[in-house]
């Protein structure tokens, strides 16, 4: 299993025309080889056109071919399972158990959608059968399902470099519902993404599926955004950066032929203590909550950013306790150098803003003479009270990494005003006690509009893979509400519905014809 | 039933703040009483600021609630139907028999989408019950379901002053899933745009709703770009021109928080006379052409406006009948003087193309002395070659009014390539015999990309309100080709998913709860 770091196009490996760069262990700093090239703008094109015709034929195949390819790709992923890990270990720093489960993750969002696809009722087929003696006119016979889009780009997320990356949630539901995938590999894990792509052309190879279905691009901003722009392209998924999701959008948005960008970018997945679960629960909640803000290094897009605290001594006592497990904490290496001077930057900014106290220091320093990882740093977090909080947007802001901010609140009053002054969110998770129930119906109604999931005695991090799982919310945590990109709804992202009018049998799509289908639908 | 020309703002009348215009009669010119007045911006605030406060009211109601007040509009419609159809009559030029119908389809549709909602399957219900055994990890309950967006904004559409205006089918699918609804009436029927708006006030009267679940506003499309661009507006539904659904599209893309915009614009619905079909049945296919090019005065968005046909001496038979069609009916009007001066510049800039023939003069001459409408105009087509079609951009456009072009092409390879030059459609239509059957598979998956709805052996005119319809289609048909703006699925518009993890049965929307539901659910 040997990276070259070439992109590969419609199933050939091909150099990259453009700039060279590579991999860099965050551990050690070194470079990892080999080279790798980005794609030059004829590259795109050459895997737009073959993505295109492979549309053609991919997405005529039935539901139960295409569960059979996302089958074979998980297979031959789990073929590659150790040199897979391995690479992706050097280039992420993320531990073996980690990605051991994150691989079986992947995998299984892979079986997941082949079982939605083979079951088929996805497809909402509608039938109104005609009704040629209707008065004053007659009913022409009319069925209806949803189709692919077409080819989708897919871009790789930093923080899930197999679960949300070459072959992850955005291509496993693309794929399913009949779209070929133009890949954007992330450029922190490009060898991992070039082993994926390879066992997903393996798969094509032995499914007998056109190599165009899935392409491999390699490439910074300006090949992402050439493959959004590119006329050939139906939709994008994306999980990063608020900047670089807008950008992505706002390039979608002006295309003289718009289409969608389902783009997950940002979230402070606020948290809200009541105050009968810290009078009760305080020592538990502050373990949790030092749990959840450190897993994966504070590098999920559903970390507990913001904590809504009421004041008095047991708030006091959950800080300390807060402060206790942060320091204890050996440093810990960050996804890449990048994220890393970002988070102490970002912190810095904070921890300056009048109001707020920094506790914890996040500064990276030996523990028991341990080398000190290239991008490691310790998790901390910062307290403030709801006042300074609503007089500063910035304190609404996320900061990707191991850190979450404080809030204490005097009254219920200036946790109202608290919220009245947060953004969109993919989660809001409430700390509560049957004695806080009568807050909780308050709350509600206001955490329904503002956030897509909301949890109650839990901690937002672990999002579930299954059928009632929404990862979503209002913008700017996506930016389309309407959809989600983890679970089974997730096989809507990349559909669209057709209605055939007055069509025989031999010229309609199979799901549509009357004999006896075994999958459930209207009429 | 008096018109007064005021706002309707959260049920109360408000002269409008903003510039004075008025209602004409397109068959006489003349003005028609009252004078109306645009809606100003600290109108469209108060109306929003309603709309969002009655959301939190609104959208909790049940869904057997929210059925008795779309019910209740459809009456409250019904008993002012006689004042309602003269007025619209008189602004819309439209005949008593054709509003009639529309009125019913009106009612129909909120007597439709109030089944849905009372049925409750709509909302997508999905429960994954806690595995607090699982290993490694337990899993939490989860459970989801759909949530209405919050305040919408609806345009109305000149071709259609009931069914797709004040209480049309936006309105209607917005209202049954919980939005409220914020109105902007078109300036071409505003009287019309009142009496309903007035009827939808007592309906939410006698059902004790929040008035400002619906707000009328008058204007052009500085109240309609102030609508979009307002921070408590959620989504926009749209029908109307490509040139106002784009402008409505850029503005909410451009929002710091952009929001969607389903809006239907511009299609030609082109319509394929295979050779089989056109030597079997060239006269009934002539006719039945001439009524759906000419039905509603050609003022339909799924109005047949090219026309593919293979050349030969059935060809000019086929172009000969249609030209008697034509010639010998009378001038009709059309819906304004607007769309009277664009239609002939329209035609005219068509004819004046090299190789476009005009056939049958579209000019509004009198006939056996009868008076000449204001708007009038007369049916007309055009014919031109496969080659210059692929020449002229310009030929693939929407006409809107009773004109068609007429392509001839002499070989499958002629049209093959005017089908590449096409962009997305709301419908396409095959006239088709057994014998063309073969090339009908050769068609169909180009024409599935293009277009929302197939159609074989029919005319595109006359849109069935059903489960399985699709009046949608990739862009510039409407600006998002995942949704259905006609039909049960219409109620996906306004929409998105929220998910519940580890809540107790009280503190869960009712839908949530495991008391025994009637509703098919997932889970």
């Not at 050690?28 to 980005?38: N, S, Y």
């Not at 032929?257 to 009968?276: K, Q, R, W």
């Not at 914890?360 to 740093?377: K, L, Q």
Request: charge should be negative; glycine fraction near 10%.
């Amino acid at each position: 299993m040997t990276v070259t770091g070439e992109n590969i196009l419609a199933g050939v490996p091909a150099m990259g025309a453009g700039k060279t760069f590579s991999a860099l262990n965050p551990v050690t700093g070194e470079t990892l080889a080999p080279d790798f090239r980005e794609a030059a703008g004829g590259q795109i094109d050459e895997a737009a056109e073959a993505a295109q015709r492979a549309f053609q034929s991919y997405r005529r195949l039935s539901g139960g071919q295409r569960a059979d390819f996302l089958d074979e790709i998980a297979a031959q992923i789990e073929a590659v399972a150790d040199p897979l890990i391995a690479r992706c270990g050097a280039e992420t720093s993320l531990p073996v158990a980690r990605l051991k489960g994150e691989l079986g993750r992947t995998t299984g969002q892979l079986r997941m959608f082949a079982g939605i696809v083979r079951d088929g009722s996805w497809a909402d087929v509608r039938i109104d059968r005609a009704l040629p003696d209707r008065q004053p006119l007659p009913r022409p016979d009319l069925r209806r399902m949803l189709l692919p889009l077409g080819p989708v780009v897919v871009f790789g997320a930093s923080n899930f470099p197999l679960a949300f990356s070459t072959a992850g949630g955005d291509t496993a539901s693309a794929l399913a519902v009949g779209c070929p995938v133009l890949f954007k590999a992330h450029t922190a894990h490009p060898g991992t993404c070039e082993l994926v792509a390879r066992a997903i052309g393996r798969a094509a190879e032995r499914c007998q599926i056109a190599a165009g279905v899935f392409s491999l691009l390699h490439g910074g901003p300006e090949v992402g955004l050439g493959l959004v722009r590119h006329p050939l392209v139906t939709a994008v998924g994306f999980t990063g950066s608020r900047h670089a999701g807008r950008a992505l959008f706002d390039a979608a948005a002006t295309r003289p032929v718009p289409i969608p960008v389902l783009a997950e970018m940002s979230s402070v997945n606020p948290l809200f203590i009541l105050p009968g679960a810290l009078r009760a629960r305080e020592a538990a909640i502050a373990q949790g909550l030092a749990a959840s803000v450190t897993l994966g290094c504070g590098q999920f897009c559903t970390k507990p950013g913001l904590v809504f605290l009421p004041e008095g001594p047991a708030a006091d006592s959950f800080l300390g306790r807060l402060e206790l497990v942060f320091e204890s904490a050996a440093p810990m290496p960050l996804l890449t150098i990048g994220i890393q001077r970002a988070f102490v930057a970002a912190q810095a900014r904070i921890i300056a803003l009048p109001g707020v106290a920094g506790r914890a220091s996040t500064a990276a320093a030996a523990v028991a003479g341990a080398p000190v990882p290239h991008t490691g740093v310790r998790p901390g977090f910062a307290v403030t009270t709801a006042a300074e909080f609503c007089r500063e947007p910035a304190l609404g802001e996320e900061t990707f990494g191991p850190f979450t901010l404080v809030v204490t609140y005097a009254s219920d009053e200036e946790l109202d005003n608290c919220l009245q002054s947060l953004a969109g969110q993919l989660t809001a998770t409430l700390q509560a006690d049957e004695a806080d129930w009568p807050q909780v119906e308050e709350l509600l109604p206001r955490l329904e509009q503002m956030a897509g999931r909301l949890i109650l005695n839990g901690f937002p991090t672990g999002v579930e893979v299954c059928a009632a799982m929404n990862h979503g919310g209002p913008y700017p945590s996506t930016t389309d509400v309407r959809f989600t990109s983890v679970g089974g709804a997730a096989i809507f992202r990349f559909v669209r519905p057709i209605c055939y009018q007055n069509f025989p049998a031999n010229l309609l799509p199979e799901a549509l014809r009357d004999a006896l289908s075994p999958v459930p639908r209207l009429g």
